[in-house]
T-cell receptor
Framework: GAVVSQHPSRVICKSGTSVKIECRSL??????MFWYRQFPKQSLMLMAT?????????EQGVEKDKFLINHASLTLSTLTVTSAHPEDSSFYIC?????????FGQGTRLTVV | QKEVEQNSGPLSVPEGAIASLNCTYS??????FFWYRQYSGKSPELIMF????GDKEDGRFTAQLNKASQYVSLLIRDSQPSDSATYLC????????????FGKGTMLLVSP
């Protein structure tokens, strides 16, 4: 079946630094990928929709200058959390759509200290 | 704002029983509905999807959809301890573009 790979699975960074998370579709091309954030005991909240070759579409309340998304190829989307702060600590999950299903990456546990 | 509502639980059932998980949604134009299972600290995995009113069965799982009532459910027969997880209901937005709105999930606990 389709596989979406996300890297890294865990990252700890200092406050004020930036972190890049990669999301790859391994056996299919994904023109659209999605980035979610999940806080403890909460549901997945869509942050942005990443479109290959164009600008990402951000959900209301998500700072586009803080969460930089690049979807430069049909198999790779990256999310960069810039100037991370402790409140950005969360579980970040990417998803790629292959009709009729969305497949999820393994998730990235970000801890900002 | 389009919402997906689920009882947070936990829903506790004994091994071998039927677990019934429910979900309501507000986006009347939604056409596609999904159930995901999420173990603690892990990413969601797809259990089932359903598009048409009625029942859809896959092994021990049955998804039920009633678009008029804006209601979707998941039945798990012969529940196993390994089924203990959080079950997320997801609804594709009527705006399309494969964008899903997730409920907060129902925690299921299956006791041996």
């Amino acid at each position: 079946g389709a596989v979406v790979s996300q890297h890294p699975s865990r990252v700890i960074c200092k406050s004020g630094t930036s972190v890049k998370i990669e999301c790859r579709s391994l056996d299919f091309q994904a023109t659209t990928m999605f980035w979610y954030r999940q806080f403890p005991k909460q549901s997945l909240m869509l942050m942005a929709t990443s479109n290959e070759g164009s600008k990402a579409t951000y959900e209301q309340g998500v700072e586009k200058d803080k969460f930089l998304i690049n979807h430069a190829s049909l198999t790779l989307s990256t999310l960069t959390v810039t100037s991370a702060h402790p409140e950005d600590s969360s579980f970040y999950i990417c998803s790629a759509y292959r009709d009729p299903k969305a497949f999820f990456g393994q998730g990235t546990r970000l801890t900002v200290v | 704002q389009k919402e997906v509502e689920q009882n947070s639980g936990p829903l506790s059932v004994p091994e071998g029983a039927i677990a019934s998980l429910n979900c309501t949604y507000s986006d009347r134009g939604s056409q596609s509905f999904f159930w995901y299972r999420q173990y603690s600290g892990k990413s969601p995995e797809l259990i089932m999807f359903i598009y048409s009113n009625g029942d859809k069965e896959d092994g021990r799982f049955t998804a039920q959809l009633n678009k008029a009532s804006q209601y979707v459910s998941l039945l798990i027969r012969d529940s196993q301890p390994s089924d203990s997880a959080t079950y997320l209901c997801a609804v594709e937005r009527s705006s399309g573009y494969s964008t899903l709105t997730f409920g907060k999930g129902t925690m299921l606990l299956v006791s041996p």
